[in-house]
């Protein structure tokens, strides 16, 4: 079940509920997360729980049969959350609040709101989050959440955490002059002037509509790296609405601006284009990881960069995908265990399942890949290794085996089936 979590809202931190409502974020300050136990509170609190923010009612310092016999508070406001608890010192409310949670708005109502609507626990919960400078005190919210889930919901042009003001949203997608990959600023507020990332404080600008105009890496990327024209984003490092915007950008295929953290602040790396969604599933639920892959630069006198042919996006996608897989496995076959080490690099191939070419079209999906050592991966292929729906390795002359593997690993059954009755049946015609 969802936790539930209450926020008392008191007069003179209001203005600070508007601005988290137009950011998609809340926070605490470190005294909050010192006393009474805030951390160990707040952090349980994960994807899609929910967050009841209340305002208004009597004074808090009487006793709980009194607050729920007469508390009628005035506005509340229901949230989810879509990235739990960080820390984060930019600046979003007048005042330092580093303790944060991104969240989703859902509802923000006005009226009066007693025990008879929200329910005892609520009250209770809200009562002490009062008393406790704004503590998230977490209590049964099945009633307060049913009923305020009736209310309409939040209706923004834009996404919790682009946070854009309407006035400033002109869509700016592609190169922006003047700027040239390797440019580094101190702040990304200097990147906002350069109208590169128009939102100091999200990790991704843009809509659900047009999908993403520019990002931040949480890490710069390793130039040394094989694959260096690719990026890796991974969901919970972005809000929820991050992964919807990025997910369109692949499907529109709109440029996107890359920034990183540098030595010297924040360096521009240049227009990447989105080539790849998937899932990895974790003990806490699915992250969503996204694939960036490098345009070109633009020809001179022309903003527009040159995309890639279809044909080597297809190989992009393909080789990130599949490096995934050996990195879960730290370059490990999943069979035999093998991990080949050549010139101090580790060597491992991402084998599909059910094979991508040809007839068989098989998704080139992070549950549709192995990682293997060549010799496992050809015999794979030719049909000499096969892996039951129980996961067990059979392979001529050897006893069925485990197949190695890590839990965010999900591997696709009906994959391995299909590939299983491809070999059985040849195997019986020959
Ligand atoms: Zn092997």
């Known amino acids: ?10 007069q003179e931190s209001r203005d600070n509920l508007e601005i988290g409502l137009a950011r998609g974020v809340w926070g605490w300050k470190d005294q909050a997360m010192a006393r009474q136990d805030g951390t160990s509170k707040i952090r349980p609190f994960e994807f899609g729980d929910y967050v009841v923010f209340g305002t208004g009612g009597p004074n808090p310092r009487i006793s709980t049969e009194r607050y729920r016999d007469e508390a ?53 919960a809200l009562r002490q989050s009062a008393n406790r400078i704004g503590l998230l005190v977490p209590g049964d919210g099945l009633r307060a959440v049913g009923y305020l889930g009736e209310f309409p919901r939040i209706t923004t042009s834009a996404p919790p955490l682009t946070g854009v003001p309407a006035t400033h949203r002109t869509q700016r997608y592609g190169q922006v002059r003047e700027v040239r990959p390797g440019l580094e600023l101190p702040t990304l507020a200097d990147w906002e002037q350069r109208k590169v990332h128009r939102d100091p404080v999200a ?31 991974v ?3 972005a809000p929820a609405t991050a992964n919807a915007v990025l997910t369109k950008s692949r499907d529109n295929g709109k440029s996107v601006r890359v920034l990183s953290p540098s030595t010297g602040g924040f360096r521009y790396l240049g227009l990447y284009q989105v080539v790849d969604n998937y899932l990895v599933h974790q003990a806490g639920g699915a992250e969503t990881h996204h694939v960036l892959s490098r345009l070109a630069e633009p020809k001179a006198g022309t903003d527009q ?9 297809r190989r992009i996608r393909s ?11 730290n370059h490990t076959c ?36 192995l990682c293997l050592c060549p010799n496992c991966h050809t015999l794979f292929d030719l049909g000499g290794i096969v892996i039951g729906q129980d996961l067990k ?37 020959t």
């Open 319 to 329: 080789t990130a995908v599949a490096e995934q897989v050996k990195v879960f496995y």
């Open 393 to 429: 390795v059979h392979q001529e002359n050897v006893m069925p085996f485990d197949l190695h593997r890590i839990p965010q690993h999900a591997i696709d059954l009906a994959q391995l089936a299909y590939h299983w009755s491809l070999h059985r049946s040849k195997s019986r015609t």
């Open 235 to 237: 969901g919970p490092d």
């Open 72 to 124: 009628t508070l005035t506005r509340m406001v229901l949230a989810t959350v879509v990235r739990p608890l960080y820390q984060d010192d930019r600046p979003v409310w007048p005042g330092e609040f580093p303790h944060r949670m991104d969240l989703e708005f859902l509802v923000d109502h006005s009226g009066s709101f007693t025990a008879a609507e929200l329910g005892d626990g609520a009250l209770e």
């Open 1 to 10: 079940m969802r936790r539930t979590g209450f926020i008392y809202i008191p």
């Open 334 to 369: 999943q069979v035999c265990r093998t991990r080949l080490v050549a010139a101090g690099r580790a060597y491992a191939e991402g084998a599909h399942i059910r094979p991508l070419g040809g007839r068989h079209e098989g998704p080139d999906r992070i549950e549709n890949i």
């Open 305 to 313: 960069p040159e995309t890639r042919t279809a044909v080597v996006t």
């Open 203 to 233: 990790v991704v600008c843009g809509d659900r509509t047009d999908g993403a105009e520019s990002l931040v890496l949480a890490a710069e990327p390793d130039p040394a790296q094989p694959e260096a024209d690719l990026v890796h984003v």
